[in-house]
């Protein structure tokens, strides 16, 4: 079993800066990588920010390109997102998630897949 859990959202300014970390127990090794959605107000699905996969290699959503960096400590077994520049456009909850199948930049609230946190409100104002 994998159990995700997530903190440092909060409040803060356009401009402003956050880091967010997900700390995972159980055994992710063998997984398809991890990821961050976020879900923004009003909205019914959850979209893809940031992943980093077992080798490394990272992707992001083309919005956050260049203000958001996503990693990973092994010895840890946590992944990070460091957000900066934001935008009111970013307010939303984060998820941290992780897999063993493909990843999607959509996920609809109502077809989840893989393990998935309980989620940190990012909140920017303008």
């Known amino acids: 079993q994998v159990q995700l859990v997530e903190s440092g959202g909060g409040l803060v300014q356009a401009g402003g800066s956050l880091r967010l970390s997900c700390a995972a127990s159980?055994?992710?090794?063998?997984?398809?990588?991890m990821g961050w959605y976020r879900q923004a107000p009003g909205k019914q699905q959850r979209e893809l920010v940031a992943i980093i996969y077992k080798g490394g290699t990272t992707n992001y959503e083309d919005s956050v390109k260049g203000r958001f960096t996503i990693s990973r400590d092994n010895a840890k077994n946590t992944v990070d997102l460091q957000m900066n520049s934001l935008t009111p456009e970013d307010t939303a909850v984060y998820y941290c998630?992780?897999?063993?199948?493909?990843?999607?930049?959509?996920?609809?609230?109502?077809?989840?897949?893989?393990?998935w946190g309980q989620g940190t409100q990012v909140t920017v104002s303008s």
């Open positions: 159980g055994s992710t090794f063998s997984f398809n990588g």
């Open positions: 998630n992780t897999r063993d199948g493909p990843w999607y930049w959509i996920e609809p609230t109502w077809r989840l897949r893989g393990y």
